[in-house]
């Protein structure tokens, strides 16, 4: 019997560890191949680290919440997001292994353009994949909350990858409200139609009541059908996420928007010498939409609407006028992309033994200062 893909390896001894790729929400990403395989991205958190900020959690719930990310990218199906090749659970770490993506990610893709900003068609490529991605999953009830250059990689063919789950969230299915026959009515509805309709009722048929959705059930805004959590990276983070009062998938709706702004101007549109600053901003400021206005400009507007009530959906942004001309359905068959990586540059040599342990621990330790800051600016 064969061994399954997510089995491939068992330990660190099994891996050839390549380089340091770079950092993740709370992991260390490198490069790394087994004999007679590809290249793989291995993610490793420290299990040791995470235990001293989770203080009066025990060992198996942090363990739980790490491997929370194995378990959604088990769940994936999907030509732009990762496949599962497999995972490393020691007392010290956890390790979790992806496909690797030569191209880099979108946010070094875009620093090496002009002026660091994409051309109208490029802008239009990547955006559609990236909603084709978050559609799918929204599909399985999970708000991404991490959208950004850093988090899009490009694959071999081209096209995009999201990666770093790891702030992900799955929220409660809504229910899924089914009309009622013509000839019912809800039991909110019935005193209010008795007495309109009671002088008459025993003379002739009750007027016929429309098809009714129950809307006690869709009028109610239960916390289960949103997250509370505070989290997110600085500039990227949504209005209703910074406030608390509960977001859902229109939060990832806002980091395209910003995404888009990126691409489109260079920079970003809220930016402050402090986080405190940015976060001001990004609940009180207009993003500074200058030049023409395009329909990317239009579609940058919706997506940043303070308020998530108002901001333009999936629907609305699939058949927006930027989007015009775009088959979603035959989207991923293109064959080339605006940028397809050399692979040939790609060279796995013998290299220097990797301490991994020791390597994360350092990294760990170098952010605690400025995780200490932000989460300080958060509670402000």
């Excluded at 001894?13 to 490198?30: H, I």
């Excluded at 956890?94 to 900003?117: F, H, N, S, W």
């Excluded at 509960?246 to 402090?274: C, R, V």
């Excluded at 001001?280 to 939409?289: G, V, Y």
Aim: include cysteine.
């Amino acid at each position: 019997m064969g061994m399954k893909e997510e089995e491939l390896f068992s330990s660190l001894e099994d891996l050839q560890v390549q380089s340091f790729l770079g950092r993740g929400t709370k992991g260390v990403v490198f490069l790394v191949k087994l004999p007679r395989s590809r290249p793989l991205a291995l993610k490793v958190i420290s299990r040791e680290e995470l235990m001293k900020k989770k203080n009066g959690k025990s060992k198996e719930l942090v363990l739980r919440q790490v491997l929370l990310e194995r378990d959604f990218l088990k769940m994936f199906d999907h030509p732009l997001l990762p496949k599962f090749r497999g995972e490393i659970v020691t007392d010290v770490i956890v390790g979790l292994a992806i496909d690797y993506c030569p191209g880099g990610d979108l946010r070094t893709l875009l620093e090496r353009q002009t002026e660091k900003m994409f051309s109208y068609n490029k802008i239009r490529f990547y955006a559609a994949e990236i909603v084709l991605a978050v559609e799918y999953l929204h599909g399985l009830n999970i708000v991404y909350r991490d959208l950004k250059p850093d988090n899009i990689m490009i694959q071999e063919n081209g096209h995009v990858m999201i990666v770093d789950f790891d702030i992900c969230t799955k929220l409660s299915p809504k229910p899924v409200l089914v009309p009622q026959p013509a000839n019912t009515v809800t039991t909110t509805d019935r005193k209010t139609l008795r007495q309109k309709y009671l002088p008459v009722s025993r003379y002739c048929k009750p007027v016929p009541i429309q098809p009714v959705f129950n809307n006690i059930i869709e009028s109610v805004k239960t916390d289960k059908f949103k997250s509370m959590s505070m989290v997110g990276t600085e500039h990227y983070i949504s209005p209703e996420i910074l406030l608390r009062k509960g977001h859902d998938y229109s939060a990832d709706w806002w980091g395209l928007g910003i995404m888009l702004y990126e691409m489109l101007y260079g920079k970003h549109p809220f930016s402050g010498n402090t986080p405190k600053e940015t976060f001001d901003q990004i609940l009180k400021k207009e993003p500074n939409l200058v030049g023409d206005q395009t329909a990317l400009v239009d579609l940058i507007a919706k997506l940043l609407k303070k308020d998530p009530l108002e901001r333009i959906t999936l629907e609305g942004i699939k058949s927006h006028r930027f989007f015009e001309g775009v088959d979603w359905k035959t989207i991923l068959d293109i064959s080339r992309p605006p940028y397809i990586p050399n692979c040939a540059n790609i060279i796995m040599e013998e290299t220097e033994k990797i301490d991994v342990v020791s390597f994360v621990r350092e990294c760990y330790l170098a952010d605690a200062m400025e995780d200490i800051e932000i989460g300080k600016t958060s509670k402000e």
